[in-house]
């Protein structure tokens, strides 16, 4: 096996209402929170559950639709790359935070505001209709190569 391999694919519910932002180029980018649960049974049988936070973060064109249709409590299916970051604080101090830069978006539920499921930022889902996001805008970079890995 050649190369390596940054892939996560996370089905879960927005924790708050994303937030769009434009870069000066004019790109948008919007960051949104999504929570995965897990749950098992711990050895005196009593149910247990643990939710496990993800940072989002699209750009270009996914990015304004995630804005326009996802709101607090939509479940998405969310396919990426992981990324770690770094930047010094007010006070100088060294910060790191771990997202998932998404090249897929696609809403699971019927949300409020419309739109049923959607593929965004990445590979298309065959001919587009109007809830299918289409290929990413000119010059965007999802990150990576589009290889499909069969595993």
């Given at each position: 096996?050649?190369g390596?391999?940054?892939k996560?694919?996370?089905i879960g519910?927005?924790?708050?209402d994303?937030?769009v932002?434009y870069t ?6 919007c ?5 995965t649960?897990?749950?098992w049974?711990?050895k005196?049988?009593?149910k247990?559950?643990r ?7 699209t ?7 995630c ?6 409590g939509?479940?998405?299916?969310v ?5 770690t ?5 007010r006070?100088?101090n ?5 997202e998932i830069v ?5 809403f699971?539920d019927k ?8 593929g ?11 809830d299918?996001?289409?290929p ?6 999802g ?7 069969p595993?």
């Amino acid at each position: 096996m050649a190369g390596s391999v940054n892939k996560a694919i996370i089905i879960g519910n927005l924790g708050k209402d994303p937030e769009v932002r434009y870069t000066t180029g004019g790109s948008a980018v919007c960051n949104f929170t999504v929570a995965t649960n897990e749950q098992w049974k711990d050895k005196g049988g009593q149910k247990q559950e643990r939710t496990e936070w993800h940072r989002i973060v699209t750009w270009g064109r996914t990015a304004e639709l995630c804005g326009e249709y996802l709101s607090k409590g939509r479940t998405v299916y969310v396919e990426g790359r992981i990324q770690t970051r770094d930047w010094q604080d007010r006070d100088g101090n060294k910060r790191y935070t771990t997202e998932i830069v998404a090249q897929t978006v696609q809403f699971l539920d019927k949300g409020g505001q419309g739109g049923g499921g959607g593929g965004g930022g990445g590979r298309g889902y065959g001919d587009p209709g109007p809830d299918d996001f289409g290929p990413p805008p000119p010059g965007f970079d999802g990150g990576g190569p589009d290889d499909d890995i069969p595993f």
